[in-house]
T-cell receptor, first 114, second 115 residues
Framework: EPEVTQTPSHQVTQMGQEVILRCVPI?????FYWYRQILGQKVEFLVS????????KSEIFDDQFSVERPDGSNFTLKIRSTKLEDSAMYFC????????????FGPGTRLLVL | GENVEQHPSTLSVQEGDSAVIKCTYS??????FPWYKQELGKGPQLIID?????GEKKDQRIAVTLNKTAKHFSLHITETQPEDSAVYFC??????????????FGSGTRLQVQP
């Protein structure tokens, strides 16, 4: 069964450094998402991406965040200058097409900012 | 924006008993309600979902009910097994062709099934 994959599984970085989290969505999916989950808290929406542009973003997704689909398979989340409060589990998800909302989540990247 | 409340935060049942988790939502335009199961160290896995044109949906031991008037939906697990132990999240979105597909999650319910 096709799965969303994410790399790396864990990332430790120093405050102020840039990180790039990578995702490979399910191959025939057209909508891509990033969510985050701070330890012990609920999953929060960051951004959705369709047709090579952002279709929706939350107030969390400020100027330090950006997303990109650099080729036909990868979907990346870049955090330009990490802060301590960016420490969280970051999940990528994908869904197929309009009218089929089911989102399939990857295993996540645990980001720790020191 | 949408706000999803989920209860209880923890639930302990004996193997074979039923478990019920309840969620309420605030946005009357929400029309898609998935339930996810999250095991330790893993991403959320969809277990069942329901759309607003349906009041109830079943898949083996799992069922979901939706009351659009009251803006609440519930997950029912019958004949619970130890492998059902996990954190369960409800979520809501406007979905469809609106472009507003962002899922708003509840705070989660930690279900413990005692053997």
């Amino acid at each position: 069964e096709p799965e969303v994959t994410q790399t790396p599984s864990h990332q430790v970085t120093q405050m102020g450094q840039e990180v790039i989290l990578r995702c490979v969505p399910i191959s025939n999916h057209l909508y891509f998402y990033w969510y985050r989950q701070i330890l012990g808290q609920k999953v929060e929406f960051l951004v959705s991406f369709y047709n090579n542009e952002i279709s929706e973003k939350s107030e969390i997704f400020d100027d330090q965040f950006s997303v990109e689909r650099p080729d036909g398979s990868n979907f990346t989340l870049k955090i330009r200058s990490t802060k301590l409060e960016d420490s969280a589990m970051y999940f990528c998800a994908s869904s197929h097409q309009a009218g089929q909302e089911t989102q399939y989540f990857g295993p996540g990247t645990r980001l720790l900012v020191l | 924006g949408e706000n999803v409340e989920q209860h209880p935060s923890t639930l302990s049942v004996q193997e074979g008993d039923s478990a019920v988790i309840k969620c309420t939502y605030s946005d009357s335009a929400s029309n898609y309600f998935p339930w996810y199961k999250q095991e330790l160290g893993k991403g959320p896995q969809l277990i069942i979902d329901i759309r607003s044109n349906v009041g109830e949906k079943k898949d083996q031991r799992i069922a979901v009910t939706l009351n659009k008037t009251a803006k609440h939906f519930s997950l029912h697990i019958t004949e619970t097994q130890p492998e059902d132990s996990a954190v369960y999240f409800c979520a809501a979105s406007r979905g469809g062709d609106t472009g507003r597909r962002a899922l708003t999650f509840g705070s989660g319910t930690r279900l413990q099934v005692q053997p």
